[in-house]
C-alpha cells in the first residue's frame, strides 16, 4: 500500500526528518514536475504540453517533449495573490478574500457588493497581468530545451480565474517561444487523468490535479516496498 501526498516544503522536510530518525522508512520524494510528466504521457497520453499549475502560493511549468521531461521553471505567485491584492482593496480578511475570489472565479454570486465585490474583475486582471510578465520571464530558461509545444495544459486552482485563462490566450507571446502564435488551451481536471474517474470523490477539478498526477506515477512505477 502506498500513500501519496501533495505537501509543502516544510512539511516534506518533516518528513525528512521523520525517514532519517526511524532508519529506512520507505518515504520517497518526488518534484512535482517529474510526477506531472508521467501523468501526462501515460495517463492522457498526451507527448508534447506545457503543463502550467498555478497552485497557491507558486506556479509550476513542465515542459514535456516527444514524451519526456523537458524543462521546468516556477514563479513565487499564485492564486493567493489575487487575494492578497483584493484585502489592499478593501476591509475584509485574507480567508474572506480568498473567499470573494472563489466564488468570482466560478461564477457564483459575490456577497460582498459595496467593496470587494465592485471592480473583483479589474483587480484580477491587474493580477492577472502581474502574473504573465513573471510568466514570460520564466519561459525564457525553456530556450536552451527549444521551443515549447502548442498546447498548455492549464491546471491548479488557478485555472478557474477567467483573467489568467484570458491572458494565456492573447497572440502577444507565444510567438517569441513557441512555433505556434496562439496555444491551444485546455483546462486540466485531475478526474481526466482516469478517464472522468473522481476515484470515489477524492479527486475532480484541476485544484486536484498535483495529487492526481502522484497518483498516476505511483502506479505507474514499482511499489518501494
Known sequence: RTLNMHMTVENAATFAEIKNTLGGMPIEFIPLAVAYKEAVVRGLGIHD????????AETTLVSIRNGRFSHAAFIPMGTRRFAEHLVKKGDQSFRDAQK???AHATSAPVRQKDKAGQGIAVVSASVARQWKQSFVVALDSFFSAGPIPETILLTGGGAYIPELRSALLT???????????????RVLD????????TLGGYVGGPEDAGL????VYTMAHQPLF
Open 49 to 56: 504540453a506545457l503543463v502550467v499549475d498555478v497552485g497557491g
Open 171 to 185: 497572440d502577444d507571446w507565444m510567438g517569441n517561444v513557441s512555433y505556434a502564435r496562439v496555444p491551444k488551451l
Open 100 to 102: 470573494t475570489m472563489r
Open 212 to 215: 492526481a498526477a502522484l497518483a
Open 190 to 197: 485531475a478526474n481526466a487523468f482516469f478517464g472522468g474517474n
